[in-house]
């Protein structure tokens, strides 16, 4: 009997040595335990983290109380591109052990690739509460909330971002012209300081500074958020133009304009460089028809409004929508101007000449009304020998002081095959101006027309290279893209 109390004692202890082991991660780990190891290790030599993922993912679950080992499957699966293992994995892990800032990161990331946005900004919350704000947090959470059309909480991360990387140039015009939509007085130390550390985004510091100031005096900060978004949508940013415009809508819900200039911005959605809120906020004729019924003479509504219909081929009711803002400003050629190309567009050739010629005649002095009746005639193919030519002759023999005359002329030299010519009034123009893109561009378009591949590439890169983001640009990328593969 003694003896079988004996081996019942050490039988119990050397079970609750086993326990304590089992407790401590101390235990004798099974062949099947290293087994998966293993292959994690060859997976990994052999660049596949989803066979890693699932062979730790394995070995976890054959010693489940180590979260070491989930939170390692998770971030082997966000590397291999499966956020929802991901997501399963990182959470067992954070059931029994603090994620990592990399893992709490991943974690966030692989919700936002799901498609969960609160989970993903809870989770780099987590990050930033437990470690301290971070570069790499702090972008994605921006990124997030401008997602989300939170423009206040990502400009607040974009700020704290820019305190830690005070040398990037980058954030700190991105974080200008958020700004420049929601708060423009406070926009331009970062645009300035953006422009200073790199002179690319001069230009909109430049053109942003310009308007807001002007903008000053009336001392009314909805017209000082209307002048600025004007600014960004002359830049091309429809996008923050639209939340500049809906912001001094909301500050004065009777003003006209801003419901005007709302209601056009909606219809370059999705247009610019910048992130902004994903949701559908409609077509425009929403706040064109509002911006009316506010001021039934009001130009921007009638000017708007008619490039709506012309946008959707209602050229009838383009054309008497403009009449209507005629007659509210008979002497207003920029309205001339835009009924002649209205009158192009619908196929009425001979009365936009006739526009265009009305409108040279009511201001005579200004060459680039002459210019414009000129690209009329290239761009429809029509009366080039007996309008354009003469016309552009006379622009290049007055103004020849002035690029722009001596590119016109070129253009038309181009259209009537007279490729020499053309290229001696275009090196002529780039004399004048080096930097001016559209005579570069036509430049690379006689060469290519000529088979100099080499001298095409040449200008077209330099058109890209000298004015990044203009549509003389994009046309130069299309050339080379279609012509110089």
């Known amino acids: 009997m003694k003896k079988r109390r004996i081996e019942i004692d050490i039988a119990s202890r050397l079970l609750l040595l086993f326990v304590c082991l089992l407790v401590l991660g101390l235990a004798p780990r099974p062949h099947a335990f290293d087994q998966a190891l293993h292959q994690a290790t060859r997976a990994l030599a052999d660049g596949s983290p989803l066979r890693a993922s699932r062979a730790v993912a394995q070995a976890a679950r054959l010693a489940p109380w180590r979260a070491d080992l989930w939170e390692q499957a998770g971030l082997y699966a966000f590397q291999a591109g499966e956020a929802q293992a991901a997501i399963g994995y990182l959470q067992r892990a954070a059931a029994s052990s603090s994620l990592s800032e990399a893992s709490l990161i991943a974690l966030g990331q692989a919700h936002r690739q799901s498609g969960d946005l609160p989970a993903a900004l809870a989770a780099w919350g987590q990050a930033i509460d437990r470690y301290g ?16 059309g939170d423009y206040p909480a990502a400009l607040a991360d974009l700020k704290a971002l820019a305190e830690l990387q005070s040398g990037d140039a980058a954030l700190h015009y991105r974080l200008g012209m958020l700004l420049a939509a929601q708060d423009p007085a406070a926009a331009q130390a970062y645009l300035d300081q953006s422009a200073r550390m790199d002179a690319r985004y001069q230009p909109a510091a430049v053109g942003i500074r310009r308007a807001v100031l002007s903008a000053r005096f009336a001392g009314e900060p909805a017209y000082t958020l209307l002048a600025a978004g004007r600014a960004l949508a002359g830049l091309g940013e ?30 370059h959605a999705g247009q610019g460089t910048f992130l902004v809120s994903k949701t559908n906020p409609g077509d425009g004729l929403t706040e064109l028809r509002k911006a009316l019924e506010l001021d039934p ?51 009425d050739l001979y009365q936009a000449r006739e526009t265009y010629l009305q409108v040279i005649q009511d201001a005579p002095q200004d060459p680039a009304y002459a210019r414009l009746l000129v690209q009329f005639c290239l761009d429809y193919d029509f009366e080039v020998d007996q309008t354009a030519l003469p016309l552009a002759r006379r622009l290049a023999g007055q103004y020849a002081g002035d690029p722009a005359n001596l590119d016109v002329m070129a253009q038309v030299l181009i ?45 077209l890169s330099q058109v890209i290279s000298q004015s990044p983001g203009s549509p003389e640009a994009a046309q130069a990328q299309r050339l080379i893209d279609d012509y110089l593969p």
């Open 238 to 267: 429809w996008g923050l133009a639209a939340q500049a415009f809906q912001q001094a809508a909301t500050l004065r819900p009777g003003y006209a304009e801003a419901w005007a200039y709302l209601g056009e911005a909606r219809q």
């Open 415 to 459: 259209h009537q095959s007279d490729l020499e010519s053309a290229k001696r009034f275009l090196t002529r123009a780039l004399a004048l101006d080096s930097g001016y893109a559209p005579a570069r561009l036509h430049l690379g378009q006689v060469y290519l027309l000529q088979g100099n591949r080499a001298r095409a590439l040449q200008q």
């Open 133 to 148: 704000p971070s570069a790499q947090a702090l972008e994605h959470r921006s990124q997030a909330y401008l997602e989300q």
């Open 297 to 347: 003479e009001s130009l921007s509504a009638h000017t708007f409004l008619a490039l709506y219909y012309a946008r959707r081929g209602g050229f009838d009711l383009a054309l008497e929508t403009l009449r209507q803002a005629i007659a509210l400003d008979p002497g207003n050629l920029a309205l001339q101007v835009q009924l002649a190309g209205l009158l192009a567009a619908s196929g």
